[in-house]
């Protein structure tokens, strides 16, 4: 089998080449930008509801970010990568545990990066705008390539 074949037979299966189809990406970004800002809607409403009715706030921060993940992924999975979507059973729950760590290494990534920025001096606020940043588009790209692509490369030997 030559490269193209190999390349034609990644782009079938949701490989580089179909991830990062030239027409599609602006499309697809667009979509995830207005999941991803829909989850943080419910992750922030969740956290306010439920430390007004006076849950802990760390419980509260937990249960909005775990409902605004399983927002997201309803929302990723049917209108952004709807056309990525494994079927039923053992190939979704995979995608669905790998939108988990991801959404996990989002938080991770927040996280230190407002520690190590406010260790230096800098504003809380601006700490967390730009982690929201760096988080979004680390995990916007784990999604993209890994959860939704199949860039495994052992994928391509198995066929």
Excluded at 26 to 51: E, M, N, W
Excluded at 66 to 94: C, K, M, N, Y
């Amino acid at each position: 089998m030559g490269a193209g074949a190999i390349g034609e037979c990644s782009a079938a299966r949701g490989g580089l080449r179909g991830v990062f189809s030239p027409r599609a990406l602006p499309g697809r970004f667009v979509r995830y930008s207005l999941a991803s800002a829909s989850g943080t809607v419910i992750d922030l409403s969740v956290l306010g509801l439920l430390v007004w009715s006076g849950i802990s706030v760390w419980l509260a921060a937990g249960a909005g970010y775990a409902l605004g993940t399983v927002w997201h992924w309803q929302i990723s999975s049917r209108l952004v990568f709807a056309d990525r979507l494994a079927p039923a059973r053992e190939g979704r729950r995979r995608q669905q545990a790998l939108f988990v760590i991801s959404a996990l290494l989002g938080l991770v990534c927040t996280t230190a990066i407002v520690a190590l920025a406010t260790a230096q001096g800098m504003p809380v606020v601006i700490a967390k705008a730009a982690a929201m940043g760096a988080a979004f588009m680390s995990v916007w790209l784990v999604r993209l390539m890994f959860v939704f692509g199949e860039i495994q490369g052992f994928r391509e030997i198995e066929g």
